[in-house]
């Protein structure tokens, strides 16, 4: 798309004048600031970009794009690589350079101005099955994405007392900074984004970060209630979503004990995410001036999470929980444990609280028939009622939303259905009902 500008019933008139967000489904593309491939270039990787800082724009006009013909590499190891990213500042950062291959006379053959290129990457390829995620978070230690970079992964937790961060993306996840190298003190709450400065950050302007890790992946439907009396007592707000601002939408702000019934949520001192944060995953809080040092809570909003495949492992037996023998469409599917599992059917995703497979994306884990101990779980149509919700830790149990008490465990026994997936009450003496959710990287 040479320009986002088109001719509509023979008039001039602007289709798109620029993009305000993107989101890649597959492949690699260049995007460009102005019209006809020209201004910054941008690398866009698959992957979701809610604003222009996310694609590292120096501002907000994107107006023109190509994809890269770039062949699918087989081993990404191994084979040269058939794309360049050259940057103007060391460390992967500042301007980008897009170089395929070919013979570059002058700095203009590359779209810059002047010949200074500090750092560069290549551009490789992997089977784009969408199996693949990255939670990372990149520090700098100058404002706009320059000077020394570090980063760190989801499985890092770091104290980066010696390195004094200016800027940062975070690539994938969440994550929480602090002012204190233990991973406590003040603490600042970041989604996938792209921050230039420590106050783009809501970080003051001399704010010194000493300690860094990724917000606990969890997978549940999110659910909060706020009281105004210690104890969890008085009147109660619960709610599933974010709330802007307490007073503007009604509510008393003046909070007095908190609960957490599950999911991840970040809590503001004032309004409009503004004040000191507090990261709550689930618990009960029934004195919340005391826990807090604030004595009010003025918003509110769930860390909400990307969607990610993963495979369940029983913590028990080692086997992944799959499909046996495939799906159909309407058609229930076995969900068993096994060492050894068909192509995909062992690929887990979460969406809305239901745990859905990747080979039958409009099915669903449900009980079949009457929900009682033993009752066999299968992948049943998402349209049956009542519809099944499920949620879960990294480690630890699968626990039913619609049947509180019940989790998913195995059979067991001798019987030809031992390895049968089941719903059973939760017990601290059945290892079989601990599983392992383990994301596909």
């Known amino acids: 798309m040479k320009d986002f500008m088109t001719r509509v019933d023979r008039q001039q008139g602007a289709f798109m004048y620029s993009v305000g967000s993107l989101k890649v489904r597959g492949g690699i593309w260049v995007g460009y600031e102005k019209e006809g491939y020209r201004g910054h270039q941008y690398l866009l990787e698959e992957g979701e970009y809610h604003d222009w800082r996310v694609w590292g724009g120096s501002n907000s006009e994107l ?72 939670n990372e978070i990149l520090l700098y230690s100058e404002p706009d994405y320059k000077g020394e970079c570090r980063i760190f992964n989801y499985k890092e937790e770091a104290a980066t007392e010696e390195f004094q961060t200016k800027s940062c993306r975070v690539v994938g996840g969440s994550w929480v900074l602090y002012e204190n190298k233990d991973f406590s003190g003040t603490m600042y709450v970041l989604s996938e984004g792209g921050y230039r400065s420590l106050t783009s950050m809501g970080c003051p302007p001399n704010t010194f970060i ?166 066999k779980l299968v992948l049943w149509n998402v349209t049956r009622q009542p519809s099944q919700t499920w949620m879960a830790q990294m480690r630890g149990r699968l626990s039913s939303i619609t049947y509180p008490g019940m989790v998913v465990d195995v059979k067991g026994g001798q019987s030809y259905d031992k390895d049968h997936v089941v719903i059973m009450p939760e017990s601290d003496e059945r290892l079989s009902q601990q599983w392992e959710i383990v994301l596909i990287n």
């Open 210 to 375: 000493r300690s860094v890790k990724a917000v606990p992946m969890s997978f549940s439907v999110p659910s909060i209630s706020l009281f105004g009396l210690e104890g969890l007592e008085g009147r109660e707000i619960s709610t599933d979503s974010e709330l802007l601002n307490m007073q503007a939408e009604g509510f008393n702000d003046h909070v007095l004990s908190v609960r957490v019934n599950s999911g991840c949520w970040v809590l503001f001192e004032f309004g409009n995410y503004r004040g000191r944060q507090f990261l709550l995953e689930p618990t009960e809080i029934t004195n919340w001036p005391k826990f807090s040092s604030v004595q009010t809570i003025g918003s509110l909003y769930p860390v909400r999470q990307k969607r990610h495949f993963f495979r369940i492992r029983n913590a028990d037996s080692h086997h992944l929980m799959s499909i046996q023998g495939g799906v159909e469409e309407l058609k229930s599917g076995r969900v068993v444990v096994t060492p050894e599992a068909e192509p995909m059917s062992d690929i887990w995703f979460y969406q809305d609280g239901q745990i859905k497979n990747k080979l039958s994306p409009i099915m669903s884990l449900q009980v079949m028939g009457n929900v009682e101990p033993g009752a």
């Open 63 to 134: 107006r023109s794009v190509r994809v890269l013909q770039a062949r699918l590499l087989k081993n990404c190891v191994d084979t040269p690589p058939p794309r360049w990213v050259a940057y103007s500042h060391v460390d992967f950062s500042g301007n980008q350079y897009i170089l395929e291959k070919g013979f570059y006379s002058t700095s203009a053959d590359w779209g810059s101005r002047d010949t200074r290129i500090c750092s560069v990457q290549p551009v490789r390829l992997a089977p784009a099955d969408g199996n693949r995620t990255r």
